[in-house]
Structure formats: structure tokens, C-alpha cells
């Protein structure tokens, strides 16, 4: 017999050993279930007995010496199994520890010798007991030597477990593939690989990098959402801040966005009403939560407090003629945020809307605030003014749904913070409304063209707006138009030359815009132009002969664009003129010398930084630059009820005489000077400038210039 047949017969007489014993234990006290199990078993140990024959065989022919190892390695595969499974009582059939005896050539070996296989008990060894060992309870330690060689067969079913956790890799025979672990841990149920130290150290710094980035990313989030400035500049140098006013306690904050349709009954129904009735005048926007026009569906539905005479609740009926323009009331109060307002009397009270602030009172047209039933065919009383006044501390965008007021005559929101653009609609349905007045705003775009051919428009204040579109010909379609004010925006391109074909217009204000061409040169003695402004533009050319043709012009003012030219010799004709203003151009020629009307009424002349020449004649303006008695009176007026002009026409209380930065000779006479005695109140000339050159105007009392630049002092 060889070295293998004699590890085998080891093998198999340590397996029916501990087969008897089991048998025997097991007799009387065993169930159906032990026995599968233990069919199982031996079904396992006798594919484990083949297979390690198989192997033995197979490396036999490679290694002479290997059938030494194979046979230590069945004892020690042997020896492992019975300390796993029953102690090494399983060796003996007397119950002692035994001895396995391997006939080896030339000598016997002893289980106890180092150099063949030491296996030491760590911890609680079985202490011979079958049911202790059975029950898998005790913990042993297992030690093989370094020289040992040995081969062991894992059971099939641990094999595929530990391949499914992917611990490691499982050849196609079942067998462990090699791999290389720095620490192996092994127990009583499992084999598990230990992590060193550097690679659990790397894998938390991988979780902890994680965690860091996310925390990262939350405060970028964080501060971009909270820190956004908004910063609005105003266009050609100016700036304007905007600074709300909180007139009343914040609200509270809601808890979160209401519901397309009120969970309550009947207000669900009644709200779905609403939305339908009202889809046409403003579409989807009633289904946008928190949008102005939902927010007034919402009031009406559920909140509006005016007495129903019908059924004696509260809320008018759908069918109600009045009802669209209630609801138009209150979304304009939501769209310009009327809780903040500084005077909000009335809004969304149990009243008519004709007694809420701005609409109750009295305009051109508009007595009352409404147009009431009785006074044309009808069934509601109809809002014809809204006149929020100035400085409200009103904050939004028109909204398009004003255009259902079609008896509107007056509509003034002032010095207040509208901004986007002027809703094209109204422009088609307010055909009565005479005065408009937007100024002071953040408006942008154009004015719109649907108020073409508007009889009955009389005054439009959009000054101080971000209008930044070419200059709305259709102005020049309102034949009725009395005061435009389009000073300070950014509309561009020329003005129509048909705006001369207003006759009734009498003041007109294009001043600090960007608008190019020729000043308009068709006016004839039915013009009733008494205000023409075109300050700060890019306007070139003469100045236009047909304007000495109106007979009523007071205030012209052209400074600083790029005219050229003289100063027509009609323009001597006109007998009211109070204010001229030519500077900052390259006019030419001189001043006429003789009385002429031109002189007879002026307060106020600015013609510095020309081009003029000759003498200046002084002796023409001795009696001038007088206020007149109508004007004391119109400006004691105004300072007594306190009352602020919408125009420096009427309201001017300066005198000037600017001459300096030309060509002009002359002598600036004591009786002008005594018109700078700060003690006067309405006749005092409050600026008056020269060129105090050796060889140009001799004056004590004038602000002087020399070569150009200003001078210290007060002149000489």
C-alpha cells in the first residue's frame, strides 16, 4: 500500500469512528429532520473523500515527495474536522483523545510533533460533551504550522455563500481561488478578511471628503438664494433709489400656497364660478397661485364683506353688472401691493368701490369718483378716476384688466415705483380719458400706439420713466392734446414734424432724451405752443423760422444740443416771450442793437458757450428781467396752500443773465447790478456771468470767466 491508499484508509476510519458515535448518541432521541440532515452530511463527506482522492492522484506525478504532505494533510483536514464538529474524542472510540498513526517510509510519526501539525485549543475547547459540541457553541482557535502543507475541502454551500458576499473568487470546481489578504479572521461560522489599518484610514477620509462636498454645495446654494442684490440705475447718468415704505405691520407669513380650489364648502364651488366667469378678462393667470389676478378670485369668492341685497350675505352675485369691475378694484390693489400703500382708506371694504380712496372725489369730467347709473343707461355706477396721487408708496405692473373701466377720465399714479410697460389695451378702450399722469415712475418701453387719433386726450406726464423706444408719433394723432411731458427717458429718433399740426397743444417737454434730427418748421399763428422744451438732445441745425409765428410762446428752451446759425431776425418780434435758453450750441451773429418786443419781457437768458459776437446791448435790459404781477400773485397763491407746480413756467421764481463764453463786448451797468441785492424777493437776479477778459465784458458784479474758465471771486 502507498503513501496515498495509507492517508486515505486514515481518512476514512476517522470519518466511521465518529459516524458510530453519532449513531449511537443520536439512537431514540432523533427526529425526522436529524436524519435528512445527517443524510446530507454524509452525502457531502463521501464527494469530499473523492475529490481528495482525485487531487492526491493527480499530484502525485508531479512530486515525488507529495504524498508525504497529502497525508499530513488528511490528518491535519481530518483532526480540523472532528475539533470543529465533536471534539477529538471523534478519534477514539473509548472516548480518550486518540492517536493517528501514519505508516510513512522509514519512520512513525506522532499527532503531538511540531514538524508534522500542532493544533492548539484557544479559548473554551468542547469539554467532550456531544451536545455542547453539536450546538456549535464553543470557540476554538486553529494554529498550522508554517512548513505544513495542506489541503482542505470546503463544504459546497459555505463555498457559495462566500463567493455570493463576494468576499472571494470561486473557481468553477468550488475551490478557492488564490489571493493574497494581510489579515484572515476564521470562527465557527465564517471566514472574513480584515481590513489594514491604511485602507480603512483611506476609505474614511473617501466618506468623510463626501460629506464635506455636500456641505459645500448646501452653503453656495444657501448664498446666492439669500444675497442677490438688485441694484436700478437710471439711464444717461442719473441714479434713482428706490426706498419702500412699510406703512403697517408685516403680515403673517402663510404656512403655504392655497389650493387651485378652496377644500371648503360652498366656497370651492363658488370660487370655480368665479374662475370661469373671469377666464376671458384674465386667462390662466386666475389659476397661478399667488398671482394678483387669483388673489382677488380668491377675495371675491370668500372675503369680500359688501352686503348681497339678494340673498342677504355678503359678495356680490356672479351676475352682478358691477361684479367684473369689483373684481378689477381688488386685483389692482393685490398687483400693486395696497397693503403697503401709504393711504389705502376703503380698498377691499364692505363700500361700493366709488368710496374707496383715489376713486372717491372729484376730476375734470369726474365729479364723484363714478359715473352713476342715473346719469346714462346703465345698471352699476362706473369707476371714472383713479388718482393715487404722489409718493403712495405704490409698487407694481399695470395690470392689462384697467382697460375694462371704460369711463375712465383721470388716471395719476406719481413718484411711485410702476414699472414694466404701459398694457396696449387701455389704449383701445379708454376713449374718455383726458389726463394721464405717470411721472416719476419706472416705466419702460414706448407709449402705446392704440391711443391713436384719441379725441379727447388732453395731458400725458411720462416724465422721469425708462421709455426707451423712438418717440411715439402717436402723439401727433392727438388733436387735442394740451401738455406733453416726455422729459427725462431714452426715446430716440426725431419728432414728427406733424406735431405742429396740435393746435391746441401748449406745452411741450422733450427735455434729456436722445433724439436726433431737425427741430419741426411748420408753425403757423394758430398754434397755441407757449412751453417748447428740447433741452439735452442731439438736434441739429438752424433754429426754425416759422416758430417766431407763435404768437403765445413764453419759455424756449434749446440748450445744449448741436444748432447752428443765427438767431432769425423774426424771432424779434415776439412780444411774450419770458425765458430763452440757446446755450451749448454753435449759434452765430450778434444781438440786435435796437428796442425791439424780443427784449421787452425777458427774465431769463442763457446764450453762454456760442459763438455770438459785437456788443452786447446792455441798455435793453435795464427794465427787464421783472416778474410780473400776475405771477407774484399765482406764486403767493401756491405758497399758501401749499401746493407743489407741475411745471417751472409757472412756478419760477429765478432771474438770469448768462453771457460768458462767447465773443460779446460790453459794460454790465450799476442798476443791473443793484438786481443782485439778496434782499430783494421776486425782482433779485439770482445768476448773472460774463467773460471779464481785458477785451471783452467789464462787470463789478458778475460771476466771471476768463479764457473760458471760471474765476475766483465775484468779478471786478
Request: charged share 25%.
Given at each position: 500500500m502507498n503513501e496515498e491508499e495509507e492517508a486515505l484508509e486514515a481518512l476514512m476510519v476517522a470519518k466511521q469512528a465518529k459516524k458510530k458515535k453519532k449513531k449511537k448518541s443520536g439512537e431514540g432521541g432523533d427526529n425526522g429532520d436529524g436524519a435528512v440532515r445527517r443524510k446530507k452530511k454524509k452525502k457531502k463527506k463521501k464527494q469530499s473523500a473523492v475529490q481528495l482522492e482525485d487531487q492526491s492522484e493527480a499530484d502525485a506525478s508531479n512530486n515525488d515527495n507529495y504524498g508525504e504532505g497529502v497525508a499530513v494533510a488528511a490528518v491535519a483536514s481530518?483532526?480540523?474536522?472532528?475539533?470543529?464538529?465533536?471534539?477529538?474524542?471523534?478519534?477514539?472510540?473509548?472516548?480518550?483523545?486518540?492517536?493517528?498513526?501514519?505508516?510513512?517510509?522509514?519512520?512513525?510519526h506522532d499527532h503531538d510533533s511540531d514538524d508534522v501539525i500542532e493544533l492548539e485549543q484557544e479559548g473554551n475547547m468542547g469539554n467532550g460533551n456531544d451536545s455542547n459540541n453539536d450546538d456549535g457553541e464553543g470557540q476554538y482557535g486553529e494554529t498550522v504550522t508554517a512548513d505544513a502543507a495542506y489541503t482542505y475541502e470546503a463544504d459546497t454551500e459555505i463555498m457559495a455563500e462566500i463567493n455570493q458576499e463576494g468576499l472571494v473568487q470561486v473557481d468553477e470546481a468550488g475551490g478557492i481561488q488564490a489571493f493574497v489578504a494581510e489579515t484572515v479572521a476564521i470562527d465557527g461560522d465564517a471566514v472574513?478578511?480584515?481590513?489594514?489599518?491604511?485602507?480603512?484610514?483611506?476609505?474614511?477620509?473617501?466618506?468623510?471628503?463626501?460629506?464635506?462636498?455636500?456641505?459645500?454645495?448646501?452653503?453656495?446654494?444657501?448664498?446666492?438664494?439669500?444675497?442677490?442684490?438688485?441694484?436700478?440705475?437710471?439711464?444717461?447718468?442719473?441714479?434713482?433709489?428706490?426706498?419702500?415704505?412699510?406703512?403697517?405691520?408685516?403680515?403673517?407669513?402663510?404656512?403655504?400656497?392655497?389650493?387651485?380650489?378652496?377644500?371648503?364648502?360652498?366656497?370651492?364651488?363658488?370660487?370655480?364660478?368665479?374662475?370661469?366667469?373671469?377666464?376671458?378678462?384674465?386667462?390662466?393667470?386666475?389659476?397661478?397661485?399667488?398671482?394678483?389676478?387669483?388673489?382677488?378670485?380668491?377675495?371675491?369668492?370668500?372675503?369680500?364683506?359688501?352686503q348681497n341685497i339678494k340673498t342677504g350675505g355678503t359678495g356680490l352675485d356672479l351676475d352682478d353688472n358691477g361684479f367684473e369691475q369689483r373684481y378689477v378694484m381688488a386685483l389692482f390693489y393685490y398687483a400693486m401691493d395696497g397693503n403697503l400703500w401709504k393711504e389705502n382708506k376703503g380698498w377691499l371694504g364692505e363700500d361700493s368701490v366709488c368710496k374707496w380712496f383715489g376713486i372717491e372725489g372729484s376730476s375734470d369730467g369726474c365729479p364723484t369718483g363714478c359715473i352713476e347709473r342715473s346719469d346714462y343707461v346703465g345698471e352699476y355706477d362706473k369707476v371714472c378716476r383713479i388718482a393715487m396721487g404722489k409718493q403712495n408708496n405704490i409698487f407694481g405692473e399695470l395690470p392689462s384688466e384697467l382697460s375694462i373701466l371704460t369711463e375712465i377720465r383721470w388716471f395719476e399714479i406719481q413718484h411711485d415705483y410702476?414699472?414694466?410697460?404701459?398694457?396696449?389695451?387701455?389704449?383701445?378702450?379708454?376713449?374718455?380719458?383726458?389726463?394721464?399722469?405717470?411721472?416719476?415712475?419706472?416705466?419702460?418701453?414706448?407709449?402705446?400706439?392704440?391711443?391713436?387719433?384719441?379725441?379727447?386726450?388732453?395731458?400725458i406726464f411720462i416724465d422721469q420713466n425708462w421709455f426707451n423706444s423712438t418717440f411715439p408719433n402717436v402723439m401727433a394723432t392727438m388733436k387735442n392734446l394740451e401738455w406733453l411731458d416726455a422729459e427725462d427717458n431714452n426715446f430716440s429718433g426725431t419728432m414728427p414734424p406733424t406735431i405742429t399740426n396740435l393746435k391746441s397743444l401748449r406745452i411741450l417737454n422733450v427735455n434729456n432724451n436722445s433724439m436726433t434730427g431737425y427741430l419741426p418748421d411748420s408753425w403757423d399763428e394758430n398754434n397755441l405752443i407757449e412751453d417748447f422744451e428740447v433741452e439735452d438732445n442731439n438736434f441739429k441745425g438752424k433754429l426754425p423760422p416759422s416758430l417766431a409765428k407763435a404768437r403765445f410762446l413764453k419759455d424756449f428752451r434749446a440748450s445744449r444740443n448741436q444748432l447752428s446759425g443765427e438767431i432769425p431776425e423774426a424771432y424779434h418780434q415776439w412780444e411774450n416771450l419770458e425765458e430763452l435758453y440757446l446755450d451749448g450750441n454753435d449759434i452765430v451773429g450778434q444781438l440786435p442793437q435796437s428796442a425791439v418786443p424780443f427784449y421787452s419781457g425777458l427774465q431769463e437768458l442763457s446764450i453762454h458757450s456760442n459763438s455770438f459776437t459785437g456788443r452786447f446791448p446792455v441798455e435793453h435790459f435795464e427794465d427787464t428781467f421783472r416778474i410780473s404781477e400776475f405771477l407774484n400773485f399765482v406764486q403767493m397763491l401756491l405758497f399758501s396752500m401749499r401746493l407743489t407746480c407741475y411745471n417751472h413756467y409757472y412756478c419760477g421764481t429765478k432771474e438770469v443773465l448768462s453771457l460768458h463764453n462767447n465773443q460779446l463786448t460790453g459794460v454790465i451797468t450799476p442798476n443791473i447790478c443793484a438786481r443782485r441785492n439778496t434782499s430783494l424777493t421776486y425782482s433779485r437776479l439770482d445768476h448773472l456771468t460774463a467773460d471779464c477778459d481785458d477785451d471783452k465784458i467789464k462787470c463789478d458784479c458778475c460771476t466771471c470767466y476768463e479764457n473760458g474758465e471760471l474765476m475766483d471771486g465775484t468779478g471786478r
Open positions: 481530518a483532526m480540523v474536522t472532528a475539533e470543529k464538529k465533536g471534539g477529538y474524542d471523534d478519534f477514539d472510540e473509548s472516548g480518550g483523545r486518540g492517536d493517528v498513526e501514519l505508516a510513512e517510509k522509514g519512520g512513525h472574513g478578511i480584515i481590513k489594514s489599518d491604511a485602507e480603512v484610514e483611506t476609505e474614511e477620509k473617501k466618506k468623510y471628503t463626501k460629506y464635506f462636498c455636500g456641505a459645500v454645495v448646501v452653503i453656495v446654494v444657501v448664498i446666492i438664494a439669500v444675497a442677490v442684490p438688485v441694484t436700478l440705475k437710471v439711464t444717461k447718468g442719473r441714479q434713482r433709489t428706490i426706498v419702500r415704505e412699510i406703512t403697517g405691520d408685516p403680515t403673517q407669513v402663510p404656512s403655504g400656497m392655497p389650493s387651485d380650489v378652496p377644500s371648503s364648502m360652498p366656497s370651492s364651488v363658488r370660487f370655480t364660478e368665479i374662475v370661469r366667469k373671469l377666464t376671458d378678462l384674465s386667462g390662466n393667470a386666475l389659476k397661478v397661485q399667488g398671482s394678483p389676478q387669483y388673489r382677488a378670485a380668491m377675495w371675491m369668492s370668500d372675503q369680500d364683506p359688501i410702476l414699472f414694466g410697460t404701459i398694457p396696449k389695451s387701455i389704449g383701445t378702450s379708454w376713449t374718455k380719458v383726458h389726463t394721464i399722469l405717470l411721472g416719476s415712475n419706472f416705466l419702460s418701453g414706448g407709449f402705446p400706439d392704440t391711443f391713436e387719433n384719441n379725441q379727447i386726450l388732453g395731458t
